[in-house]
């Protein structure tokens, strides 16, 4: 069968891959063409366009590059009507997402499945509504997605979450191979490692990093590591790193998280890995508004954290510091407890483990590439 997939930025592409070499598991005939990145490409197939060309975050970056996103909606449009794959999957995403499903549905009357549900339980709860008419099935990785659907009268799977997957795999993967990564990274041995996580875009690294980095100093017992996202050149971090004790490393965030005593981390995908290798950590994320970014998000938000962590536990287990809690000095009192304090550190550790029972056991891929196929089989 053919299959059009649409990833829009780095996790994206991550999950993506998997769930394409999961479908090829089930279906020796599958074959892609998608608009994601290196991940998805080296499963095989073809990509039409490039993440890094997509993933304009915010109100001013998004207007800024409005033709562009047009642009690239127009064409895709075109691409998958030529293509005429048998399904298309989208993967979160959802305004470039949500555009695509309304044509597939309304213009080719194709199948449309979705993998990783936008987060419409936090805001834009209104897009039910486009879900509802143009999304045949939706497959879920957290677990409350499905009680929060249920009340919509929107019936979605749970598959399990592929983060799970990722680093069961990865840790798999390095069962019987020799750990080079501390001499690869030029660490010191003896010495604990504060990771820093400070997003996928550039917006994010440049509103982040510098305060990450001014928090870190103020460790000098830790050596600091930035995990470099894919697509975001060295160069461009050098613009905040030069001549600071700071080293950076690509494709290699699994094996940093697995070396670090603590980390400072961005929201998204990347706190919930971090708390899948039981690393403490800091949520850190500028917002520009300040007070009015917490003041949006208490009485326009339908969900109190920003986190995964919190989200699938149901309380704070790692502390949220974004809008005007964003401070060095409050990332800085956050990390000395969690560096200096066993008991408060341990809380977090035992949060941790409350909310990854939530989650079930890894599969998450192959579950919703097995639901996938057998849909697609039995319409046939």
């Given at each position: 069968?053919?299959?059009y997939?649409?990833?829009?930025e780095?996790?994206?592409?991550?999950?993506?891959?998997?769930?394409?070499?999961?479908?090829?598991?089930?279906?020796?005939?599958?074959?892609?063409?998608?608009?994601?990145?290196?991940?998805m490409?080296?499963?095989?197939?073809?990509?039409?366009?490039?993440y890094?060309?997509m993933?304009?975050?915010?109100?001013?970056p998004?207007?800024?590059?409005?033709?562009?996103?047009?642009?690239?909606?127009?064409?895709?449009?075109?691409?998958?009507?030529?293509?005429?794959?048998?399904?298309?999957?989208?993967?979160d995403?959802?305004?470039f997402?949500l555009?695509?499903?309304?044509?597939?549905?309304?213009?080719l009357h194709?199948?449309?499945y979705?993998?990783?549900?936008?987060?419409i339980?936090?805001?834009?709860?209104?897009?039910?509504?486009?879900i509802?008419?143009?999304?045949?099935?939706m497959?879920?990785?957290?677990?409350?997605?499905?009680?929060?659907?249920?009340?919509?009268?929107?019936?979605?799977d749970?598959v399990?979450?592929p983060?799970?997957?990722?680093?069961?795999?990865?840790?798999?993967?390095?069962?019987e191979k020799?750990?080079?990564?501390?001499?690869?990274?030029?660490?010191?041995p003896?010495?604990?490692?504060?990771a820093?996580?400070?997003?996928?875009r550039?917006?994010?690294?440049?509103?982040?990093?510098?305060?990450?980095?001014?928090?870190?100093?103020?460790?000098?017992?830790?050596q600091?590591?930035i995990?470099?996202?894919?697509?975001?050149?060295?160069?461009?971090?050098?613009?905040?790193?030069?001549?600071?004790?700071?080293?950076?490393v690509?494709?290699?965030?699994y094996?940093?998280l697995?070396?670090?005593?603590?980390?400072l981390?961005?929201?998204?995908?990347?706190?919930?890995?971090?708390?899948?290798?039981?690393?403490?950590?800091v949520?850190?994320?500028?917002?520009?508004g300040?007070?009015?970014?917490?003041?949006?998000?208490?009485?326009f938000?339908t969900?109190?954290?920003?986190?995964?962590?919190?989200?699938?536990?149901?309380?704070e287990?790692?502390?949220?510091l974004?809008g005007?809690?964003?401070?060095?000095?409050?990332?800085?009192?956050?990390?000395?407890?969690?560096a200096?304090?066993?008991?408060?550190?341990?809380?977090?550790?035992?949060?941790?483990?409350e909310?990854?029972?939530?989650?079930?056991?890894?599969?998450a891929?192959?579950?919703?590439?097995?639901?996938?196929?057998?849909?697609?089989?039995s319409?046939?």
């Amino acid at each position: 069968m053919k299959y059009y997939l649409i990833a829009g930025e780095a996790s994206g592409d991550l999950h993506a891959s998997n769930l394409m070499a999961a479908l090829k598991e089930k279906d020796a005939a599958a074959d892609f063409r998608f608009l994601g990145g290196d991940l998805m490409a080296g499963v095989g197939g073809h990509l039409v366009r490039h993440y890094r060309e997509m993933a304009f975050m915010g109100v001013i970056p998004v207007l800024k590059n409005l033709k562009t996103i047009l642009r690239n909606l127009k064409s895709c449009r075109e691409d998958i009507r030529s293509y005429a794959p048998d399904v298309v999957i989208l993967v979160d995403y959802p305004g470039f997402n949500l555009k695509v499903a309304k044509f597939v549905k309304t213009e080719l009357h194709l199948p449309v499945y979705y993998y990783i549900s936008p987060k419409i339980w936090a805001w834009k709860k209104y897009r039910i509504h486009s879900i509802r008419r143009y999304v045949d099935r939706m497959f879920c990785i957290l677990p409350f997605e499905t009680d929060f659907y249920a009340g919509l009268g929107y019936r979605v799977d749970y598959v399990g979450n592929p983060s799970v997957d990722s680093v069961a795999n990865y840790r798999k993967g390095k069962e019987e191979k020799e750990d080079t990564f501390p001499v690869e990274a030029g660490l010191a041995p003896g010495r604990p490692v504060l990771a820093l996580l400070a997003g996928s875009r550039r917006q994010e690294i440049k509103d982040n990093l510098p305060t990450m980095l001014e928090v870190g100093a103020s460790f000098p017992e830790y050596q600091m590591v930035i995990a470099g996202a894919p697509g975001i050149e060295p160069d461009y971090y050098r613009i905040y790193t030069d001549g600071k004790p700071v080293k950076i490393v690509f494709g290699r965030t699994y094996p940093l998280l697995e070396h670090s005593a603590l980390a400072l981390v961005t929201s998204g995908t990347a706190t919930l890995e971090t708390a899948l290798f039981r690393v403490p950590q800091v949520v850190c994320y500028y917002f520009w508004g300040g007070k009015l970014v917490n003041f949006i998000f208490r009485h326009f938000f339908t969900t109190p954290y920003i986190s995964l962590v919190n989200l699938i536990a149901g309380r704070e287990v790692v502390r949220e510091l974004f809008g005007a809690l964003f401070s060095a000095q409050r990332i800085r009192e956050e990390s000395e407890r969690l560096a200096y304090q066993a008991p408060y550190r341990e809380r977090m550790l035992e949060g941790y483990d409350e909310a990854l029972a939530k989650l079930g056991n890894p599969g998450a891929s192959v579950r919703a590439a097995d639901l996938i196929y057998q849909s697609l089989i039995s319409s046939i």
